[in-house]
């Protein structure tokens, strides 16, 4: 350490008249103490006030330079020291420093101004002043195709430099992509994939610049595809395979590079993975089959790969995955499960599926999952019998097969989600008379309908709650059922749900209200009274905001609450005539002819 100081104390003297020859000694010796302990060197360094000098040390004439950018890079590694180093002047000298030709210049030069950028906001902002990143892409895309090991370790020192310099800067990343840099690593990737460092290097900036949205349209124009999954292929060690899927993730959101991964044989590779690993009990095996199997499920989301890999119920891939959901690996029942969701997507694959048994394997799944069953794969079962109930050929099918009574199993569930799609699938089936006539005179489903009702806190629950109690009215134009709905205190949620901000479930509740005041008025009037059924129907008649068949279905409601003392008397003390007599030049026929109908019913019974 004293020739350390003696060695700053000659720095300062030779660094101001650059006599060559004495700095070359002073800077080995700085080098060397950097070497056996870097951390106090380094305060040294700063305690001494030579950072400043180094400023005009950077000259690319001078041939001390490379050593000059070795001993920044090296005293950068400390986080004190990065802001001393941006005050001290020296970006814009290494920054010029990269137009050099001499690559130990340009090695040493792109180590500093990395290491002066990782994790600084200052470094990042003086580089990016200076225009540093411009330069250094210039440099990747014209070194790009020369494979020997200095070239090769330049372009690693590069790319770990744009890296450092937009880690997690969305404004810096956008930067990067647009000065083109996502073709050029692509490039880069496919000529350099022997070389493990500068491998990881694409791998890590890749999965920086894969978060961006503004990304992904640009590694759609490349064959980034082709090259990882020809990467991945070749991959053996955990760590490396977890490193690509850490792109292959976000990238596979694009419905674009999801068809292009598919092309390219990813489907393949993750199958391969699964049958690997499914029957191990290690935590790397484990994890690796998770992320496989979640991203196999990914590529199922983009319409014309999951079409592809479905090839009309026949595909290979298809029937693989229909072997995860008998599993007993949790994991690929879910995925399995989630699979399923995802090809049933369109009406032609839902009533393949159906044809071809998949029901009654969710069944079983969800039979697994009753008592303490796991959530995720109860609620991946139950959207995947949503799915498969929505076109109308499927629904008497399933309803033969048992459907609703395996559903019903999990109205015990305190699990929002699963509640939510225990509804959403009740609902999609109950299109038929008897069904909904069956499930409508269900109590224990009816009160636990009206307590969800209640579930202010989910909305999803709540709504589609709503919706299932007008739906067993609407589709069994029931007496019983009705009377089953007013035991249970539904009336009032129907009252409410006419006042949804959604046209759809708002027409529902008032289709429903007027089968209730049709055909079992009596039981219901103090419920409809209570919940001031009247006064919202003047509200929305009033209202004109309110959609033409909300008007309509209002008059009608009218029209049949009329048959009750008590809430005639109501109508007659809101004077509806008015508002009523106003909608007979409603410029939406069937709105008039009701208004028409209507005043008529009003005058008739004042």
Known sequence: MDNLSDALKKLKITAADKTEGSLEGCLDCLLQALAQNNAETSEKIQGSGILQLFANLLTPQASCTAKVANIIAEVAKNEFMRIPCVDAGLISPLVQLLNSKDQEVLLQTGRALGNICYDSHEGRSAVDQAGGAQIVIDHLRSLCGRADPANEKLLTVFCGMLMNYSN????????????GVIPTLVKLL???CHNAALTEMCLVAFGNLAELESSKEQFAST???EELVKLFKKQIEHDKREMIFEVLAPLAENDAIKLQLV???????LLEIVQQ???STKEDDLAELKTASDLMVLLLLGDESMQKLFEGGKGSVFQRVLSWIPSNSQQLQLAGALAIANFARNDGNCIHMVDNGIVEKLMDLLDRHVEDGNVTVQHAALSALRNLAIPVVNKAKMLSAGVTETVLKFLKSEMPP???????????LIDAQEAAEQLGKNAKLVERLVEWCEAKDHAGVMGESNRLLSALIRHSKSKDVIKTIVQSGGIKHLVTMATS????????????????AALELGPAEKDLASAQLVQILHRLLADERSAPEIKYNSMVLICALMGSEALHKEVQDLAFLDVVSKLRSHENKSVAQQASLTEQRLTVQS
Do not use: P, W, Y
């Open 190 to 192: 496919g000529i350099h």
């Open 263 to 269: 092309e390219a044989g990813l489907v393949e590779c």
């Open 168 to 179: 997690e800067n969305d404004s810096l990343q956008a930067q990067l992509i647009n000065m």
């Open 223 to 225: 064959n980034i595809a």
């Open 418 to 428: 699963v509640q939510f799609k225990l509804l959403g699938t009740l609902r999609m």
């Open 501 to 516: 901000e959604h046209v759809i479930m708002q027409n529902e509740a008032l289709v429903a209200l007027a089968l209730i």
């Open 277 to 279: 690993k499914v029957d």
